[in-house]
């Protein structure tokens, strides 16, 4: 039996450092649902929320402090 964590954790899309700049909507949302594009500051916090949609998107291991 899976931990609320883990059910949590299903509902971010999770963003490797390669792919940055992260931007919403994303590459895997279909184009009836979309919303105008928005990039997401990810590397200071290592998450970020989409301001239209809400999508929760995070940076694969977490913050990184410094950069740019």
Known sequence: MGSP???AAADVVLIDPKELPAFCPNKAMPLWSSHPRVFLELESTGEASCPYCGTRYAL???ARPGAH
């Open 5 to 7: 964590t883990s059910a």
């Open 60 to 62: 694969a291991g977490g």
